[in-house]
């Protein structure tokens, strides 16, 4: 994303059938193993094929509670009974966790929605991939 041209796609639209459908599986799956929200790898994918940098960070952003409830159930239930987990866990899930971060995201969404449309499309995608190189570093660390 940081090197291509902001009209960069591999295609226009979305892959359909078998492709269509493993990919959806491929990032919910690997988002759920990295511990990251699957809009964060919708969005590069989206912006590949045909979406608007700006389109596609709304639209991954959209669907990420449909990415993150699947992925929190298989998490309480690979996590049920599990008695070493903190308190205030039901299986992987801590619920201070959600308690704490739900608010703050919500009030800070709306000023990350300013500051994307306040970004020229080749500014966005650089600050985009920033952002996922960053993870990235962090992960391997």
Do not use: E
């Not at 979305?14 to 809009?39: E, N, R």
């Not at 990420?64 to 992925?71: F, H, R, V």
């Amino acid at each position: 994303m940081a090197l291509t041209r902001p009209d960069f796609k591999v295609r226009d639209g979305l892959p359909t059938g078998v492709l269509g459908a493993s990919s959806g599986f491929g990032i919910g799956g690997l988002s759920a193993m990295m511990g990251i929200g699957g809009g964060t790898l919708c969005v590069p994918y989206f912006n590949a094929f045909g979406f608007p940098v700006h389109r596609a960070v709304g639209t991954a952003a959209a669907i990420g509670l449909i990415i993150a409830l699947p992925a929190a159930i298989g998490f309480i239930i690979s996590g049920w009974g599990i008695a070493a987990l903190p308190q205030a866990s039901v299986g992987h899930v801590n619920l201070l966790g959600l308690v704490l971060i739900a608010p703050f995201t919500t009030l800070t969404a709306p000023l990350g929605v300013m500051l994307a449309h306040k970004l020229s499309p080749r500014a966005l995608k650089r600050t985009f991939a920033f952002f996922l190189f960053a993870t990235a570093a962090r992960m391997f660390f």
